[in-house]
Nanobody, 121 residues
Framework: QVQLVESGGGLVQAGGSLRLSCAASGRIFSINVMGWYRQVPGKQRDLVAHITSGGSTTYADSVKGRFTISRDSAKNTVFLQMNSLKPEDTAVYYC???????????????WGRGTQVTVSS
């Protein structure tokens, strides 16, 4: 089955940088979108950034100019480079993918288990 595995989370001081990665594995025919969401306890899960198969990117206003999303299509991997981190960025970051497993199947949403990012002041 399709699996998304995140890595790269951890503890960093404000102003520092962190790079998250997410590798999709399993039966994958094509990927429409990959991206990152984040969630703080008691709040909804919000979009951080996503990138389409054509390379189009979208960012939340709160991270524009600080975060950069990229991908390695050959490895079904997406990255999130996070610079100038702020305490407000502290959250669990979840990898997301919208993909199909074969030519005749529709696209489905898949989620990773999440990785903790903590930014201290």
């Amino acid at each position: 089955q399709v699996q998304l595995v995140e890595s790269g989370g951890g503890l960093v001081q404000a102003g520092g940088s962190l790079r998250l990665s997410c590798a999709a594995s399993g039966r994958i025919f094509s990927i429409n979108v990959m991206g990152w969401y984040r969630q703080v306890p008691g709040k909804q899960r919000d979009l951080v950034a996503h990138i389409t198969s054509g390379g189009s990117t979208t960012y939340a206003d709160s991270v524009k100019g600080r975060f950069t999303i990229s991908r390695d299509s050959a490895k079904n991997t997406v990255f999130l480079q996070m610079n100038s981190l702020k305490p407000e960025d502290t959250a669990v970051y979840y990898c997301y993918a919208n993909l199909r497993k074969d030519l005749t199947s529709p696209y489905y949403d898949f989620w990773g288990r999440g990785t903790q990012v903590t930014v201290s002041s």
